[in-house]
């Protein structure tokens, strides 16, 4: 039995709760997946961190609501009422349901890695559709998620033409639920460049998805920062949200092993995603996200426009900094991470001159029902 059955949720295209942003002058929108600012992921925790901070919107990805960590994916009825609730009390909105859709193997082959094969039509009928509810649920227009793990080693490029036929089909079913599939460049999948990712959506060509670039993602695979910026403007034409971690590699390139053994360049190998130990900030990186978001910048009054007309409040950073440290599934930062995580994106948006808006006294007025 689906959420609508059970009379949670009640329609398919929900009317914002609060919408703040809806009525600003074009700007980034803030964000963060705020698992990453709790170290026990408590809710309360959670929510705690993202209003002291002055953030609005928040993306959902873990959390505990009573009876332990659990996956968004895996959240009971009981569960999401008692989500909505706090978020009501903390004055927070969803930006993204930040699902693991896609991280799951293209084809089934024993790889050496302990990524899942699910047999597409049942997870199309199963996790998608369980995502796409979630979403409405929480009263978001955006689901992110990834584009599948060839084989290890394998070239991703001859894996272009199954996975988009998967994620186009991905893409139909969030834009019949009046959603968006945003799609994250990642090490290991098949879209784990911005020049495969731009592929994947040229060729899906679908106004249900959209691009999530990620700095750290193409800086732990050893691009440089030049390389990293053309990746950003091979995605431009996707675009859809941004996500904000950095990564500064040790002075050492690591190597990535391929499967006869031998050492080779780790640009688009393979990459052991849990022993990645060396993030920081947007400001104190080697992605150069001055450059980018000043780019953006130029952009932003066009893909705001865009994504409102889908439903979508703006364009949104989401802060994943992984500061504490992160893997293929999540990571941390704690909530003195995350301020200061959310410190150094504030700097870098402020001389790329890109406005943004954290919440002020004004705000807390309004929560409070006061006249202006």
């Not at 929480?138 to 084989?151: A, C, D, H, V």
């Not at 030049?226 to 002075?251: C, N, S, T």
């Not at 990459?271 to 992605?287: C, M, S, T, Y």
């Not at 996200?289 to 703006?314: E, F, N, V």
Request: proline share 6%; aromatic share 8%.
């Amino acid at each position: 039995m689906s959420l609508f059955d059970r009379g949670l949720v009640t329609a398919r295209i929900p009317a914002p709760r609060k919408g703040p942003a809806m009525a600003r002058s074009p700007g980034v929108l803030l964000s963060a997946l705020a698992d990453e600012a709790a170290f026990h992921l408590t809710a309360t925790e959670q929510f705690a961190v993202m209003a002291a901070l002055g953030l609005e919107y928040y993306s959902l990805r873990f959390i505990d609501v009573g009876k332990g960590v659990r996956n968004v994916m895996k959240l009971s009825l009981g569960e999401i009422r008692t989500v909505r609730r706090l978020e009501d009390e903390y004055g927070l909105n969803v930006a993204s349901i930040a699902s693991p859709i896609g991280k799951v193997k293209l084809v089934d082959v024993d790889d050496g890695t302990t990524n899942r094969y699910v047999p597409f039509k049942r997870y199309l009928s199963g996790e998608v559709a369980k995502a796409c509810e979630l979403a409405h649920a929480f009263e978001t227009k955006l689901i992110r998620g990834f584009s599948f793990y060839p084989p290890r080693d394998a070239d991703p490029r001859d894996f272009l033409d199954e996975a988009c036929d998967r994620i186009g089909q991905i893409a139909e079913a969030c834009h019949r639920s009046d959603l968006t599939f945003g799609l994250e460049v990642e090490a290991n999948l098949v879209g784990r460049n911005g020049q495969l990712l731009a592929e994947i959506y040229r060729r899906v060509n679908h106004p249900g998805l959209v691009l999530v670039f990620d700095a750290a993602n193409l800086i732990v695979q050893g691009y440089s920062p030049a390389e990293v910026f053309r990746q950003w403007e091979a995605m431009k034409p996707g675009l859809g949200w941004v996500h904000i971690k950095d990564y500064r590699p040790p002075r050492r390139p690591r190597k990535a092993v391929g499967s006869r053994g031998g050492a080779r360049s780790l640009k688009g190998g393979h990459v052991e995603e849990d022993q990645l130990a060396h993030f920081v900030p947007a400001d104190l990186g080697a992605a150069n996200h001055g450059k980018i978001l000043a780019d953006l910048a130029g952009m932003l009054p066009k893909l705001t426009r865009s994504l409102r007309r889908r439903g979508i409040p703006g364009v949104f950073l989401d802060l994943e900094p992984h500061v504490r440290g992160g893997g293929q599934f999540g990571g941390t930062s704690g909530p003195d991470g995350m301020g200061i995580a959310l410190r150094g994106l504030c700097r870098v948006l402020d001389a790329a001159g890109l406005p943004y808006h954290l919440r002020d006294f004004d705000d807390l007025r309004a929560a409070r029902g006061l006249a202006g």
